[in-house]
């Protein structure tokens, strides 16, 4: 389906020039003469693109950009100012604009830009959709997942939660294996009875043991007393045994016995104890492989594994990245002021691209921090781990870093606060003296500025603009 961009300028040439150059480009083109008629034409029929002049008799661009934003107008905004206007096109970005032109408007900047403002724009509503999504569409008992096969694993819980079968878990680490195992418990008739855990690799062998059965007083130094064991606590419940595959040979021999005559008895002790308890078995090691080198029993394998569940790594379901993303966000926002409600894409991008070795997990905790280092209400890519989001390559000599150059002129601005704005006007002065090799006359031409106004950023920024004569400090910047 063709894009409908709306112009918006008082002169008829410029209105003509863009609405050819944007029909070339593919898209559907509006054309109105002021701000009232704009308005009209973005009420009666959605467009996703308005790009207005600022400039205008009457009703100005600013003044139908906050009219658009006041009213969610849901489309893009790229407003056009004159050259030099540094000032107005950034209050322009505070007032909700996605991004400003300076006239005159080359053609390819203006395909360029526009094609950017809708691919953000389309980006920004399909979160939005997410977001929308995951209340309705895509949670299932704590989890979330819009992924095929993890649908299917939502399907069995279902129908085998209420069943009190077996079920063995298998998964890469933080692929969510204990979570899947509590929705088993949830979704069956014992919801109401205990839950237990044991995390059979954090225990050594005697340990497990009596972790598990429980003891008499005496049983062994340090048995002052009787103590029940996980299975006696999660009777009428679910046990849940978590890396079943690190356990010893004696350890896998004892809990077969078990498992087959539903019996056991504490250390130390005589009285049998049977139990109702249903087992809920994971690992992150491959059982079938360790049953194959002789590691693991295969008569315990097969009483563990009635129903299968194998869980697939995140980076083999990138489409949950973005879902899950909002989910931990949303989960946390209630801690964070102001709140962290949003992901700014270029972050997403990097969220979207990485491997996550470590899963869900992983990406929870790698929000939690971004969350923690968020400036507002969104997270940006700087804010992620390193190991997620590189930061910019550079073998910066000590005391000195690699400038933001080459930067594109031409890129939208992303965020706009005040450490931003003198970043990027750094950043600007410093290109341009590395392109005009330092001449302040030719800087001022080129940005609209004033040579005093250049002079006075140059002082601000602690920008030499002799060390940029011979062409050789066009890529660094002191700090
Ligand atoms: N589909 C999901 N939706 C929401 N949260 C999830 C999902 N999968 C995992 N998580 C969260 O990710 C974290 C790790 O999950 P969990 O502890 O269940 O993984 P695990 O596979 O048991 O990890 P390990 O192998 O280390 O024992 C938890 O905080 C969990 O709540």
């Known amino acids: 389906m063709k894009t409908r961009i709306l112009i918006v300028d008082d002169d008829p040439p410029t209105r003509e020039y863009l609405s050819l150059l944007l029909a070339a480009d593919g898209h559907e083109v509006e054309t109105a003469s002021n701000a009232t008629e704009a308005l009209e034409l973005a009420r009666a029929r959605p467009i996703q693109l308005l790009i207005t002049d600022l400039y205008m008799p009457g009703t100005g661009g600013m003044d139908l950009l906050s009219h658009v934003r006041s009213e969610r107008l849901p489309f893009g905004v790229i407003v056009v100012t004159g050259l030099g206007d540094h000032q107005v096109a950034l209050a322009a970005m505070r007032a909700g604009a996605d991004d400003f032109l300076t006239k005159p408007i080359e053609p390819e900047r203006l395909i360029r830009r526009t094609r950017q403002t ?64 509590q929705a088993i418990h949830a979704a069956s008739p014992r919801r109401d009875g205990p839950w237990k855990p044991v995390n059979c690799a954090a225990l050594s062998d005697s340990l497990l043991e009596s972790e598990l059965f429980g003891h008499e007083k005496g049983a062994f130094t340090g048995a002052d007393r009787r103590r029940s064991g996980r299975f006696e ?15 010893s040979p004696a350890m896998q021999a004892k809990l077969l016995r078990v498992l087959q005559s539903g019996t056991f008895e504490r250390i130390g002790g005589t009285e049998t104890i049977q139990v109702d308890v249903r087992i809920v078995a994971a690992s992150n090691k491959r059982l079938d492989e360790l049953v194959r ?19 697939p790594p995140l980076r083999e379901r990138r489409e949950d990245i973005p879902l899950l993303a909002l989910h931990f966000l949303h989960k946390l926002a209630a801690r964070s002021t102001p709140p962290v409600t949003e992901i700014d894409p270029d972050a997403m991008h990097a969220l979207f691209s990485y491997d996550w070795p470590g899963n869900v997990r992983e990406l929870e905790n790698a929000i939690k921090a971004a969350v923690a280092l968020a400036d507002g209400t969104k997270i940006q890519r700087s804010n992620l781990p390193p190991t997620v989001a590189p930061r910019a390559e550079g073998l910066a000599a000590p005391g000195r870093r690699p400038a933001a150059t080459p930067i594109d002129l031409d890129r939208p601005l992303p965020e706009v606060t005040d450490t931003f704005i003198s970043r990027v006007e750094r950043d600007y002065l410093a290109e341009l003296l590395a392109m005009y090799k330092g001449n302040v006359a030719r800087c001022a031409r080129h940005s609209g500025l004033s040579r005093r106004c250049v002079t006075q950023k140059l002082q601000k920024y602690g920008l030499d603009r002799t060390r940029y004569k011979d062409g050789s400090a066009s890529t660094v910047i002191e700090e």
């Open 293 to 311: 080198q002789g590691a693991f029993r295969s008569d315990l394998y097969y009483r563990l594994r009635v129903v299968p569940i194998e869980l």
């Open 233 to 247: 606590d999660a009777h009428g419940g679910t046990l849940f045994l978590d890396e079943i595959g690190d356990i």
């Open 118 to 181: 809708l691919d953000r724009r389309r980006l920004r509503d399909e979160l939005e959709q997410l977001r929308q999504q995951l209340r309705e569409d895509y949670s299932f008992l704590n989890m979330v997942s819009k992924n095929g096969r993890m649908r299917q694993i939502f399907d069995l819980i279902e129908q085998v939660g209420p069943l009190g079968s077996t079920v063995l878990i298998h998964g890469e680490t933080g692929t969510g294996k204990e979570l899947v195992a």
